[in-house]
């Protein structure tokens, strides 16, 4: 397993991690909903496409049911999921989608109770208030009785847990015998059999994202394979998505420099700020294959 994985984050670093992370969100969330929606997660497209601005959107919609598809998440109405947990759910555009897909029952958690309100507003005003909950709960030590949910939904939050193996030990926790679990996240490149570390320059671009997006270690796609083999879980799969999120970053840098993007960042906040000048490190590292964009998914075994 690389070093990254291994690397021990103490409890007053998670502290200040989980503060830094709550804090970027609570100034930043308004912004990239006002801007991009309410989904805060990358768009899915076809590999090589020109995309239009408007496209965005419905890009995003897509990476939701292209991660359903790849992890065979059932649509009929005997074995479609009833209960669903979104960890790191943002403003609950994912819980809310599930939610009228599946006429699910769903529950979202998040760092963030600017993110927990305005998702719960959110869900009120689009007659979802008896279907979603959202609340404000860590992902390594989540609220829930085990063996509750059968999807387990975390869409772009992986990234922020300083505990790899605790992340995916509590995934697994509250998942249903038989239920499905769907990680989405970034990565770094899987290591070579003679490495044992990333190069010096590649860790130099991720230790700059990882300050400005309160980020602790990163891991590889490969590491998360392994963490989930070591609990025993099924139908493990994996996939490198990164050529199908190409145009994300480059379209969310345009909007920020737009007058409309620079006036929001400007009344936001530093941590904003600094997030999106470290921008161009995330298309650098994607377009130096340094950072990867992965799906991973498995099953609870009955």
């Not at 308004?30 to 408007?54: C, K, P, Q, R």
């Not at 760092?111 to 005003?125: D, F, W, Y």
């Not at 139908?235 to 999120?245: E, F, L, Q």
């Not at 007058?259 to 700020?273: A, H, N």
Request: contains cysteine; negative net charge.
């Amino acid at each position: 397993m690389s070093t990254t994985v291994a690397v021990a984050v103490d409890e007053h670093q998670q502290q200040q991690l989980k503060k830094g992370i709550a804090e970027f969100y609570d100034e930043s969330s308004g912004i990239w909903e006002n801007i991009w929606g309410e989904h805060m997660h990358h768009g899915f497209y076809d590999t090589d496409a020109v995309v239009e601005l408007s496209d965005h959107r419905s890009a995003q919609i897509r990476m939701v049911e292209e991660a359903l598809l790849f992890a065979s998440v059932p649509d009929d109405s005997e074995k479609k999921p009833r209960t669903i947990v979104d960890v790191g759910c943002g403003i609950g555009g994912s819980s809310r989608y599930l939610a009228k897909k599946y006429g699910a029952e769903c529950h979202g958690i998040t760092l963030s109770p600017v993110q927990a309100e305005r998702a719960q507003a959110l869900a009120a005003a689009q007659g979802l208030a008896d279907k979603v909950s959202f609340q404000v709960a860590d992902a390594l030590n989540q609220p829930f009785p085990d063996g509750k949910f059968d999807l387990v939904w975390s869409m772009e939050s992986g990234e922020h847990m300083p505990d790899k193996l605790k992340f995916v030990s509590e995934l697994a926790r509250v998942a249903a015998p038989g239920a499905t679990i769907i990680i989405v996240t970034w990565c770094h490149r899987d290591l070579s059999p003679t490495e044992e570390s990333l190069r010096p320059e590649e860790e130099k671009i991720l230790n700059k994202i990882c300050s400005s997006f309160y980020l602790p270690a990163w891991c590889s796609t490969a590491d998360y394979v392994k963490l989930l083999e070591s609990l025993s879980l099924e139908d493990i799969k994996a996939a490198d998505w990164s050529g199908n999120v190409a145009p994300f970053w480059p379209a969310v840098i345009k909007t920020a420099l737009s007058w409309k993007g620079i006036t929001s960042l400007l009344r936001s906040g530093w941590k904003t700020i600094r997030g999106a000048m470290v921008m161009p490190s995330m298309i650098e590292g994607f377009k130096k294959d340094v950072i990867k964009f992965s799906i991973i998914t498995c099953r609870k075994p009955e």
